[in-house]
């Protein structure tokens, strides 16, 4: 009678039950099981008369064909031998069954100790690999001198990604073969990492709690089962000295700020991230009074406070008849926002550094409103930038405070990015926003044109506007009143009382908003009407 031998492998583990008729052969498969019986051929497939039933098995699926009863050193030699083939020839992978039985057959041979726990640990089996591999560790280091630390360092990785969430262990995996088989990409390589964000109670963070900063391309961010959170990006190498950061970013949970770094070839622990999160007894009272300019309170007007990072720490609330309103708020630096028809919005900035403590009030002066109506016109000319010079253009616009996006004439299309109304307190301002100098421009200036006073026989104000020719300001600098630039704004931007009838003159380095190129604009701008809101 002739029965089989059928050798299962599962995570490293090997069982078996064996009985063979003499003559026998012993067939086995790449998958790792062994088959005892007669055995014949019929095309690609190999008959196995198994106790008078054939199973046909693909060719291409054996690994080895042995007598039945060689259990000796030749076969696991043949085995070993077949294995590292396979490894040579198919990558890593394919060989675990065959190794497992050579494994089954000589558990002492280090060499197939060796290669058996390679193998489980490459396919992720760290525990199975360590169970192999531990034992018998001097034994394999004195067959292959240098390499046995090394699988030791590899299990230890896979042990501790076994330990991992297995979404994320899956990624990893994943990541790495990636890494492997591609290691360029048009614009970097790619780089991973992970870790774990909790709080101080151990409890993960959601997603929408953190932001990730990172200088890379194809930014990805996966969250996993407790707190893990997986980030891979592509980045040029010569970008590596620069950090990623974890930034905390949602009201109830304290500022924070983590420093990571990906690699390449994988993804690297970043280690565990502790965030502290609030509960409703960390939060303080905080009052704000809104008055106006006399310090009378403004009852009705609406209040609302946002957190540093711009996100609404609480609804808004309502002045009373005192103009007070009380918020309870988390430890952490806000900011007041006072809105009321017919007054200017008032700003007031408040940090609440204790957890229970009451905070000093905010106080919010608002002052009424100031219309305000402005003419500007300009040239444009392109300015030092390589490639196809652009045309030169004029254009003209209207400008209102508050302000209003008008439609304009020229190259700029709605809106002018260089000039807009502000008001601060009770005084209405004109600012020229200036950009960084581009080679080849002039440099800006801005003054206020020296008009004459109007009576019957001068013209007005309009009428001198009118008469200014913007075909070369600088020659109307004797006419100016030049406004140094302040140099608490770093040259970024001059401000401009803005009274009416007042004319200003000047030249600034912005950017053609059809084309975002460098351009410079000599222009003149005009104050119309200054009024006060009447709602």
Not at 58 to 77: F, I, K, M, R
Not at 123 to 148: L, Q, S
Not at 453 to 462: C, F, G, I, R, V
Not at 469 to 479: E, I, P, R, W, Y
Request: net charge negative.
């Amino acid at each position: 009678m002739r029965t089989f031998l059928v050798v299962l492998v599962v995570a490293g583990c090997t069982a078996s039950v064996v009985a063979a008729a003499p003559g026998a052969q012993q067939i086995a498969l790449k998958s790792g099981a062994v088959i005892v019986g007669a055995v014949s051929m019929d095309g690609a497939d190999l008959v196995i008369d198994v106790d008078g039933a054939s199973l046909r098995v693909p060719l291409n699926d054996v690994a080895l064909v042995t007598p039945a009863d060689e259990q000796g050193s030749g076969q696991v030699d043949r085995l070993l031998l077949k294995a590292l083939e396979s490894r040579q020839q198919y990558g890593g992978g394919r060989e675990i069954g065959v190794i497992a039985e050579a494994f089954r057959l000589a558990p002492d041979d280090p060499r197939v100790a060796y290669w058996y726990a390679l193998s489980l640990a490459e396919a992720g089996y760290g525990k199975g690999a360590d169970d192999v591999f531990a034992p018998r560790r001097e034994a394999i280091a004195e067959v292959y001198p240098g390499m046995a630390d090394r699988l030791a360092q590899l299990i230890e990785a896979k042990k501790k990604i076994e330990a991992l969430p297995p979404k994320l262990g899956k990624r990893l995996d994943q990541i790495e073969r990636a890494a492997d088989a591609s290691t360029y990409f048009e614009d970097g390589d790619l780089q991973a990492a992970y870790f774990q964000l909790v709080d101080q109670h151990d409890q993960p963070v959601p997603r929408d709690a953190f932001r990730i900063s990172c200088n890379g391309n194809n930014e990805k961010t996966e969250t996993f089962a407790d707190g893990y959170v997986l980030f891979t990006f592509v980045r040029r190498s010569s970008y590596d000295d620069q950090p990623c950061r974890v930034e905390m970013q949602k009201e109830g949970y304290a500022d924070a700020q983590f420093e990571f770094r990906g690699a390449r070839g994988g993804a690297r622990d970043a280690g565990k991230f502790v965030a502290k999160s609030y509960g409703d007894s960390d939060r303080s009272e905080a009052q704000a009074l809104v008055v106006d300019e006399s310090g009378k309170p403004l009852a009705g007007a609406s209040v609302s406070v946002s957190t540093n990072r711009g996100n609404a720490a609480t609804d808004p609330q309502t002045a009373n008849d005192q103009g007070v309103v009380t918020f309870a708020l988390f430890p952490g630096d806000y900011s007041f926002r006072a809105s009321l028809p017919g007054y200017n919005t008032a700003y007031q900035s408040l940090a609440v550094r204790h957890a229970g403590d009451a905070a000093q009030p905010v106080k919010l002066v608002m002052y009424p409103q100031l219309l305000g109506t402005a003419r500007v016109e300009w040239r444009m000319q392109p300015a030092g930038y390589p490639g196809p010079r652009m045309p030169e253009g004029d254009g003209e616009a209207e400008l209102t405070a508050p302000p209003n996006v008008q439609a304009s004439r020229g190259p700029y299309g709605p809106g002018l990015p260089w000039l807009r109304f502000q008001q601060q307190a009770d005084e209405l301002q004109l600012e020229v926003v200036q950009q960084m100098q581009y080679p080849g421009a002039p440099p800006n200036f801005v003054g206020r044109y020296r008009a004459a006073e109007a009576d019957e026989e001068s013209p007005k104000p309009a009428e001198q506007f009118e008469a200014i020719d913007l075909s070369d300001v600088d020659a109307l600098k004797d006419q100016l009143d030049l406004v140094p630039v302040d140099p608490r704004r770093g040259g970024a931007s001059t401000v401009l009382p803005a009274q009416e009838g007042a004319i200003y003159v000047g030249r600034v380095v912005s950017r053609d908003m059809q084309t975002g190129r460098p351009a410079v604009y000599d222009f003149k701008v005009i104050v119309s009407d200054v009024d006060q809101s009447t709602e």
